[in-house]
């Protein structure tokens, strides 16, 4: 099913079939990457969650292994082993997850335990058992080890409208501490819209340099759900975090609930759930689309943390540009952009790397049209606004199919008339991610109709000549491997 579907993802890591959202216990062991994520094995819908779980070595090759954690039926996880992390203790993953029941608004933080990396034992007791007082929302712990301790941030809502990552301290791992809330704030306004929300989901945190740390939580409205990323940057007091700078974690619509992993050689990795933009009438709402192709979710590209002076920095993780096989098309000049241009072939699964300049007097800016069907109906765009220098990532055109969401969205980059950005898009059959050289990330997904070659086109906007540079390479796809037992039966969960 899922294979004939020609929006299904080659470069990005899902299992073969059915729902996945967010990534969970993100860990590097025993040599080997880790990556667990919420899974319902049992169809293509965002209920019954299990932790599925893919292992490898150099971020290419993947094997699946089987089922983390499965809901054990009247036990406290009965309706979910929702979102959390791990850690690698003496030969050991240790498994951190909110534990769902429909009978309780709040998800306690339980544990559970591996010893080979594949199989968990819940720990006996949970670890928190209640919310902390005045709060209206409550779940995803994130554990990491600070010198001599353990540290643990929970997602929650407070009472007074404010989003928070309330926190927890231990010498254990067993028994935990309220130490309080690390950070809470108002709703509070994101570069290019929205804001951070009245609740905090999936909180991470980074310590990227010494006196400097990273937020990242995904920003939750109460009544509507999903709404968007962010990462505040600023100084760790231990007991709370003096926010510095807010920044949007993803400018695009439709990556949410980025988790972090703290590599061996000291690197901070990102995964983020890349979700569908089908007919679904809002974020994990039932879709006869999604039911159709019998796949819904990936994740995205591992993207590499760093801090620069403009803020957090992301990029595609280094191991990607090792699937890159044939270079397509190379071109670097300056284009008229008063007509279209057509610059060469593309495969659906792609990595680009581009200059787009601005005019010097302002009247117009080089653009990127990915040309998908044949009469050239739908385009995918890829633009620098000619009045304001934002990249402009455009679907509004990609798909003549009616049930794809449409929209354009923006990254402000501040470049002024005369000036280009640098950026680079990887593109996945039917998401494209997006990173400028200052590392801004936007993550799109869209669904082209048609069998047609792609091609790419030079087509920028308003007139004059202004600088444009594209180089292009055929992507190779991920290995993914189903190990000895296959993933997406129950019966293989432990
Ligand atoms: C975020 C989230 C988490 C929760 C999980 C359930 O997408 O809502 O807060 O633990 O998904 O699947």
């Given at each position: 099913?899922?294979?004939?579907?020609?929006?299904?993802?080659?470069?990005?890591?899902?299992?073969?079939?059915?729902?996945?959202?967010?990534?969970?216990?993100?860990?590097?062991?025993?040599?080997?990457?880790?990556?667990?994520?919420?899974?319902?094995?049992?169809?293509?819908?965002?209920?019954?969650?299990?932790?599925?779980?893919?292992?490898?070595?150099?971020?290419?090759?993947?094997?699946?292994?089987?089922?983390?954690?499965?809901?054990?039926?009247?036990?406290?996880?009965?309706?979910?082993?929702?979102?959390?992390?791990?850690?690698?203790?003496?030969?050991?993953?240790?498994?951190?997850?909110?534990?769902?029941?429909?009978?309780?608004?709040?998800?306690?933080?339980?544990?559970?335990?591996?010893?080979?990396?594949?199989?968990?034992?819940?720990?006996?007791?949970?670890?928190?058992?209640?919310?902390?007082?005045?709060?209206?929302?409550?779940?995803?712990?994130?554990?990491?080890?600070?010198?001599?301790?353990?540290?643990?941030?929970?997602?929650?809502?407070?009472?007074?409208?404010?989003?928070?990552?309330?926190?927890?301290?231990?010498?254990?791992?067993?028994?935990?501490?309220?130490?309080?809330?690390?950070?809470?704030?108002?709703?509070?306004?994101?570069?290019?819209?929205?804001?951070?929300?009245?609740?905090?989901?999936?909180?991470?945190?980074?310590?990227?340099?010494?006196?400097?740390?990273?937020?990242?939580?995904?920003?939750?409205?109460?009544?509507?759900?999903?709404?968007?990323?962010?990462?505040?940057?600023?100084?760790?007091?231990?007991?709370?975090?003096?926010?510095?700078?807010?920044?949007?974690?993803?400018?695009?619509p439709?990556?949410?609930?980025?988790?972090?992993?703290?590599?061996?050689?000291?690197?901070?990795?990102?995964?983020?759930?890349?979700?569908?933009a089908?007919?679904?009438?809002?974020?994990?709402?039932?879709?006869?689309?999604?039911?159709?192709?019998?796949?819904?979710?990936?994740?995205?590209?591992?993207?590499?943390?760093?801090?620069?002076?403009?803020?957090?920095?992301?990029?595609?993780?280094?191991?990607?540009?090792?699937?890159?096989?044939?270079?397509?098309?190379?071109?670097?000049?300056?284009?008229?952009?008063?007509?279209?241009?057509?610059?060469?072939?593309?495969?659906?699964?792609?990595?680009?790397?581009?200059?787009?300049?601005?005019?010097?007097?302002?009247?117009?800016?080089?653009?990127?049209?990915?040309?998908?069907?044949?009469?050239?109906?739908?385009?995918?765009?890829?633009?620098?606004?000619?009045?304001?220098?934002?990249?402009?990532?455009d679907r509004e055109a990609a798909s003549?199919?009616p049930?794809a969401k449409r929209g354009a969205?923006?990254?402000?980059?501040?470049?002024?008339?005369?000036?280009?950005?640098?950026?680079?898009?990887?593109?996945?059959?039917?998401?494209?991610?997006?990173?400028?050289?200052?590392?801004?990330?936007?993550?799109?997904?869209f669904y082209?109709?048609?069998?047609?070659?792609?091609?790419?086109?030079?087509?920028?906007?308003?007139?004059?000549?202004?600088?444009?540079?594209?180089?292009?390479?055929?992507?190779?796809?991920?290995?993914?491997?189903?190990?000895?037992?296959?993933?997406?039966?129950?019966?293989?969960?432990?």
């Open positions: 099913m899922h294979h004939e579907d020609p929006h299904y993802p080659r470069a990005h890591l899902r299992p073969p079939a059915h729902w996945i959202n967010d990534p969970n216990g993100l860990v590097f062991h025993d040599g080997a990457y880790h990556v667990f994520f919420q899974y319902n094995p049992g169809g293509v819908r965002h209920t019954d969650m299990h932790w599925g779980h893919a292992r490898s070595h150099d971020l290419l090759h993947w094997d699946l292994l089987p089922l983390a954690l499965a809901p054990l039926p009247d036990g406290e996880d009965a309706d979910g082993v929702w979102s959390g992390n791990a850690v690698s203790l003496d030969a050991r993953v240790v498994a951190f997850y909110a534990a769902r029941r429909n009978d309780r608004w709040w998800q306690p933080v339980a544990g559970a335990v591996s010893d080979d990396g594949v199989r968990f034992n819940r720990m006996a007791e949970l670890l928190v058992e209640q919310p902390p007082p005045d709060t209206v929302m409550f779940r995803d712990p994130y554990v990491w080890h600070d010198r001599d301790r353990w540290r643990m941030l929970v997602g929650a809502a407070l009472a007074d409208g404010r989003g928070a990552a309330v926190q927890y301290v231990s010498g254990d791992l067993q028994h935990w501490d309220y130490v309080g809330p690390f950070l809470a704030q108002h709703p509070t306004a994101l570069p290019g819209g929205g804001n951070t929300e009245e609740g905090w989901e999936c909180v991470q945190f980074a310590s990227l340099a010494p006196d400097r740390g990273a937020l990242v939580l995904s920003a939750w409205d109460p009544a509507d759900g999903a709404a968007g990323t962010a990462v505040y940057l600023g100084e760790d007091c231990a007991e709370t975090f003096e926010p510095h700078v807010l920044q949007r974690f993803d400018y695009g439709d990556l949410y609930a980025p988790a972090l992993l703290h590599a061996p050689d000291g690197r901070w990795l990102a995964w983020g759930w890349v979700w569908e089908r007919d679904e009438p809002r974020v994990g709402a039932p879709s006869a689309w999604t039911d159709e192709v019998g796949w819904a979710g990936m994740l995205s590209l591992p993207r590499e943390l760093t801090l620069t002076e403009h803020g957090l920095h992301q990029a595609p993780a280094r191991e990607i540009d090792r699937l890159r096989g044939r270079q397509r098309l190379e071109i670097g000049h300056a284009v008229a952009l008063d007509e279209e241009v057509e610059i060469g072939r593309l495969g659906r699964c792609a990595d680009l790397v581009a200059t787009l300049g601005r005019t010097a007097d302002g009247a117009g800016a080089a653009g990127l049209r990915l040309v998908m069907s044949a009469d050239g109906r739908e385009h995918l765009d890829i633009r620098l606004d000619a009045a304001t220098g934002d990249l402009v990532v003549t199919d049930r969205w923006r990254v402000p980059t501040g470049v002024p008339a005369g000036g280009s950005v640098d950026i680079r898009a990887v593109i996945d059959h039917s998401v494209v991610e997006v990173f400028t050289s200052a590392g801004q990330a936007l993550t799109m997904r082209p109709t048609g069998d047609a070659v792609w091609r790419l086109r030079a087509a920028g906007t308003g007139t004059g000549r202004a600088p444009l540079a594209v180089t292009a390479w055929d992507l190779n796809p991920l290995v993914i491997e189903s190990g000895r037992r296959h993933l997406g039966t129950k019966e293989s969960a432990s």
